[in-house]
């Protein structure tokens, strides 16, 4: 069995910074890719940014500049630093696995349970 667990979410004004943390737990020999989603109340879920197993980023268009994706793949770890952040940033932010391997079994398309962000006017 395999569980995302997000943390570091919570409430900031606006231009402050956060730092989101999402850490694979179980018997993982390998983690593909890893994302971090958001959705806003009454919006659809949304992509915020990738990261590959190598380190090659990508991001939506309005946190680009502003939010950095990273990880650490020894900690099995996905990182997402926000910076500047906006109201209009406030959602609940999911980690998302496309493909991870355990010693016996292969899961995809795994998701975190969500971590609240409210940046305040």
């Known amino acids: 069995q395999v569980q995302l667990v997000e943390s570091g979410g919570g409430l900031v004004q606006a231009g402050g910074s956060l730092r989101l943390s999402c850490a694979a737990s179980?018997?993982?020999?390998?983690?593909?890719?890893m994302a971090w989603y958001r959705q806003a109340p009454g919006k659809e879920r949304e992509l915020v940014a990738g990261?590959?197993?190598?380190?090659?980023?990508s991001y939506a268009d309005s946190p680009k500049g502003r939010f950095t994706i990273s990880r650490d793949n020894a900690k099995n770890t996905v990182y997402l630093q926000m910076n500047s952040l906006k109201p209009e940033d406030t959602a609940v932010y999911y980690c998302?696995?496309?493909?991870?391997?355990?010693?016996?079994?292969?899961?995809?398309?795994?998701w975190g349970q969500g971590t609240l962000v409210t940046v305040s006017s």
């Open positions: 998302y696995v496309d493909e991870v391997a355990t010693i016996t079994q292969r899961y995809f398309g795994v």
């Open positions: 990261i590959t197993r190598s380190g090659t980023a």
């Open positions: 179980g018997r993982i020999a390998r983690i593909n890719s």
